[in-house]
């Protein structure tokens, strides 16, 4: 059995982690701070959206410039994060995923629904966890195309 210390320790990266998650899904709904958003991810992070026909973007300044077109173009959304579980917990690294069920209605009044799941490579800095690498494939097939947001 490992000791006291370990197994607090254990659980305060699981608490963490999961706040990591909600607050990158909290972030984006709220639509007010594209640097919050940000900050969830390290410096040459990636953000692969390849598995929703969107782009593969890398490192934080892009990330960012993605955010400001998304956020730009989108009157409201809201994303349920659900399910969520650490697959792999070791040392300073952690991969996680969860569950996504997200809504949302742009500017020009098209509307989208996403089931996926979300799939983070994460890392522990000086900051706390942060997120190295992002995928999000389908887990159910859209019904609309989800708009390219360039």
Known sequence: MSS????IQQVEDRLALQDLIH????????????????DCFVEDAVLDLSGLGLPVITGRNDIRGF???VLAATECNAHYSTNFRINRLEGNEA??????????????GSDILVHAKHQYHC??????????HFFEPYLVPPT???????
Request: glycine share 4%.
């Open 144 to 150: 609309k195309d989800i708009p390219s947001f360039e």
């Open 67 to 69: 955010f400001i077109s």
């Open 95 to 108: 991969d996680c995923q969860s569950y996504v069920y997200a809504v949302g209605v742009a500017k020009d």
């Open 4 to 7: 006291l210390e370990a197994r």
């Open 123 to 132: 890392v522990r800095t000086n900051k706390g966890w942060k997120i190295k």
């Open 23 to 38: 607050s990158y899904c909290i972030h984006i709904d709220e639509a007010k701070n594209v640097d919050a958003i940000v």
